[in-house]
């Protein structure tokens, strides 16, 4: 559901230049930039300035142009391990505890489920032989053994285990499946995606506008009413708070966007990646 709606054109200036004129309206109708006065929204394989960002516009039948900040819809949360996981939330206990354990009875126990196995003297001279002073009671369990041996270490894998899954034990260096941590997931699409990026980029973008803009010069009469604000997304739908994004209504507005930009000086290019049937680029040539 949206929770804000900005409407960023209007007739104000931006350090004495006025940014929607008449001259500007005429470019954005007749699909023809004035460089370097009026950049327009590129073409895919139209050629985009060196160190610019890319706010790729995606169109989305009965919503708009969704914007994606240097990716695509079909990007993915990136490879890392569950340990570099682990790490980067300031878990690095866990890791700790799976090590000792490892390092301990790893040659014995692959999971959580080999604790039921039980024990043999044999097992328990072989950790004699690597330095422990283990004592062997028939019949046991492995998790008999360990609570009586090692119930402190033995605690912690289980905290672990419940916290982060049984897997953790052997599953610590290899790549996390983001489908298995669904709460990472919901954070990394809504703080860390292409879409949640260009939806940051926009609100900061409207930020320095308000600070800057000044009362502009008077467009033509029903200028201003065709132009629509960007609608920012939390939330696809009740119950589903995973996508944050920006929405442009059409092409008029992204035009807007990357004139908003280009007279603050940033640097970034809006990309019509996958463009409405009316905006694709006539003859085919560079359209997606």
Known sequence: MSYTRRDFLKTFTVGGIALFTADWFAAVQAREPVPPTFRLPAHVNDPIPDNHQVINAVWNNGTGYILYLNGTPYGEPPKITLREKLIE?????????????????????????????????????????????????????????????????????????????????????????????????????????????????????????????????????????????????DGACPGNDTLRCAVAPGYTTLAALQRSIDVLGWKATVVLLEPSEGDKRKGGAGGA
């Open 89 to 233: 939330e300031c878990e690095e206990g866990v890791c700790e505890v799976v090590d000792a354990f490892q390092g301990k009875y790893g040659q014995f126990i692959w999971d959580l489920e080999d604790l039921e196995q039980e024990i043999d003297a044999d097992q328990v001279e072989q950790l004699n032989k690597d330095g422990g002073s283990y004592t062997f009671e028939a019949g046991e369990t492995w998790r008999e053994f360990l609570e009586r041996e090692d119930g402190d270490l033995l605690a912690d894998v289980d905290s672990s285990a419940d916290e982060w899954g049984s897997d953790v034990l052997h599953k610590l260096d290899d790549n996390i499946d983001w489908d298995e941590h669904e709460g990472w997931l919901t954070d990394w699409c809504r703080n860390q995606s292409p879409e949640s990026d260009a939806l940051g980029y926009v609100e900061g973008l409207f930020d320095v506008l308000e600070l800057e803009s000044e009362e502009g010069v008077e467009l033509p009469a029903g200028d201003e009413a065709e132009l629509k604000g960007i609608e920012f997304i």
